[in-house]
Nanobody, 117 residues
Framework: QLVESGGGLVQAGDSLRLSCAAS????????MGWFRQAPGEDREFVAG????????KYADSVQGRFTIARDMRKNMVYLQMNSLKSEDGGTYYC????????????WGPGTQVTVSS
């Protein structure tokens, strides 16, 4: 239902764009989001977007550096990550929320982001 891509190894200060392709029931979801999990840490919310009304939300740690965007025609969600820091490293997951007030119902397998300092 969700497949992430675009992860890789970058240096601190670099930029990276993650992509998430939605299919099946994840298409036209009420909300889409990005989460990340570093080794030994809990999974944490990074950014989210809803369409009606259009709204985005970011974790304080990425505010001003990351941008989430959604292309409804292509069933894609993107996470543009700028000024990357070593603490941004981890596995990034795309998630879909089917309805307002529902849980994050669908998850992708994740894509790895490593930021070297």
């Amino acid at each position: 239902q969700l497949v992430e891509s675009g992860g890789g190894l970058v240096q601190a200060g670099d930029s990276l764009r993650l992509s998430c392709a939605a299919s099946g029931r994840a298409v036209n979801s009420y909300g889409m989001g990005w989460f990340r999990q570093a080794p030994g840490e809990d999974r944490e919310f990074v950014a989210g977007i809803i369409q009606h009304p259009s709204s985005t939300k970011y974790a304080d740690s990425v505010q001003g550096r990351f941008t989430i965007a959604r292309d409804m025609r292509k069933n894609m969600v993107y996470l543009q990550m700028n000024s990357l820091k070593s603490e941004d490293g981890g596995t990034y997951y795309c998630a879909a929320k089917l309805y307002k007030g529902s849980d994050w119902s669908f998850w992708g397998p994740g894509t790895q982001v490593t930021v070297s300092s």
